[in-house]
């Protein structure tokens, strides 16, 4: 069993910046590929963006390329976005995802098998 907590989310104004946490245990941190989504109201959960295992590849969804950056450290078994020039549209709950299986899919949501609670994340226009 792998738990996930995020933290960081938070109210921001437009073209400011959070960065999100998400500490995993239950696990070796290095064995998981991670991911982030978010879900706005009345929307499908979609994918942001993810890291393998080693952190040497990293995928973001177009619309936060260039605005959102990811990482991990796998001695503290976390892992971060970075999140720039936020805009309005940005708002929503971001969870934190890990994948157990090796070179899966990550952009595709049921690549997943655990999942954090969330924070919210509102930026103001």
């Known amino acids: 069993q792998v738990q996930l907590v995020e933290s960081g989310g938070g109210l921001v104004q437009a073209g400011g910046s959070l960065r999100l946490s998400c500490a995993a245990s239950g696990r070796t941190f290095s064995s998981l590929a991670m991911g982030w989504f978010r879900q706005a109201p009345g929307k499908e959960r979609e994918f942001v963006s993810a890291?393998?295992?080693?952190?040497?590849?990293?995928y973001y969804a177009d619309s936060v390329k260039g605005r959102f950056a990811i990482s991990r450290d796998n001695a503290k078994n976390t892992v971060s976005l970075q999140m720039n020039s936020l805009k309005p549209e940005d708002t929503a709950v971001y969870y934190c995802a890990a994948d157990l299986h090796y070179w899966s899919d990550l952009v595709d949501i049921r690549a997943y098998d655990y999942w954090g609670q969330g924070t919210q994340v509102t930026v103001s226009s």
């Open positions: 890291i393998r295992r080693s952190g040497g590849i990293t």
